[in-house]
């Protein structure tokens, strides 16, 4: 492998292993904001009990979250000089605004959260959690107006004497089209991830047969946002596939295995084909489904690889502009199948917990935990296919990766460092799920006695 391999392989690495931390922080941050209204405005302790166990284990993903991320943002310095050269000034923009606005927002009402309970007013100590739930969203807004320009290119020009790009509307770069179908599609997938999470967990103190009152009021609200949020990601991704096939046709027609243009295009369940040939062998489709997906229409029209591939060249100059075929069209159908199983899950447990009930069989209980893992990777597989189906683009259209990274680092030092990180990273995944299943096993706090909404109960972590 070349600096350019190795450097793609370490920020992938971060940033899907960052990526595991942000939507449990984003989805659970609300969800202990809600629990601890509801205790608030009705004074029942269960609630109590729940704002406490949820927010711990709130806490401890945000940290681990915060240390990653700020890992990974010095890549860009380190090895992806010339594309912080060559985009800091846009690029920046909204990263900046996410650091001074969003995560001071987040972190310094967690801050007061973490040590107010018995410092600050009832009203004010709920109005921390809110504001640092409210924090986190708008991080995740910021950092995905980023993203989302380097997908979509917008307000910006190219200084023909510096060539660098030059931020010129940061409106334009805010509201990107592309952002405003990203931001809501992410955080549905967080209300996933942390919905499953929380009925995870759930199931395993149910099955257990610990705290079971408790923790059925916990399964149920862990299934009600799972199974919204489901709903919600499928409804968001239907719009994001419409402004991909839009904005990069190629990435759409990677994703489904379509070589050539087709009207009344049909999405592909299964296939397997010769990327060098430009064709599929077996190609198992649900008629039309490709065409009503990207078009809204039964008869749309969807450019296909080869094609896009020739106008390409002749837009761009010479160049091979496909993604990696078969890890585009896998990561696409994986995410969305790992994301239905996740929602079928949780709809399977609000009937068999209908009325008051409680599963009797423990599959249910075991599937629940091990389904905690089904939105983690869905969501991670999303991320894989936005960027690898974006290549050979940095910044589409503008930047090609192979001229973003660093010119003054060679293969040993990135080696090096991929293996640095690789293994501390391994090193705090055992310190996160050891931490996790501690607070998990130690449960609930008990409360001796009922507590009026107006009472100040002592935390401590």
Known sequence: MDVLDLSRWQFGITTVYHFFFVPLTIGLSLIVAGLQTAWHRTGNPAYLRLTKFWGKLFLINFAMGVVTGIVQEFQFGMNWSDYSRFVGDVFGAPLAMEGLVAFFLESTFLGLWIFGWDRLSPRLHLAAIWAAAIGSALSAYFILAANSWMQHPVGYRLNPETGRA????????????????????????AFVAAGMFVLGVSAWQLLRKRHVEL??????????????????????????????????PMKMAAAEALWDDETSAGFSLFAVGDVQQGRNHINLQIPYGLSLLATDTLDGRVEGINDIQARYETQYGPGDYRPVIGLTYWSFRLMIGFGVLAGLLALAGLWLTRRGRLPKNPWFYRAAIWGIGLPLLANSLGWIFTEMGRQPWTVFGVMRTAAAVSPGVDVTEVAITLAGFTLLYGVLAAVEI???????????EDETEHEPADAVPTLSY
Do not use: C, Y
């Not at 030059?166 to 997938?189: K, R, Y």
């Open 434 to 444: 050891g931490l996790l299943v501690k607070f998990v096993r130690r449960g609930p």
């Open 166 to 189: 030059e931020l010129t509307d940061i409106w334009a770069v805010l509201t990107n089209s592309t952002n405003l179908v990203t931001v809501p599609h992410v955080l549905f997938g």
């Open 215 to 248: 923790f059925r009021t916990s399964a149920r609200l862990g299934m009600v946002v799972t199974l919204i949020a489901s709903v919600g990601v499928a409804a968001s991704g239907h719009l994001q596939a419409q402004i991909m096939t839009r904005q990069q």
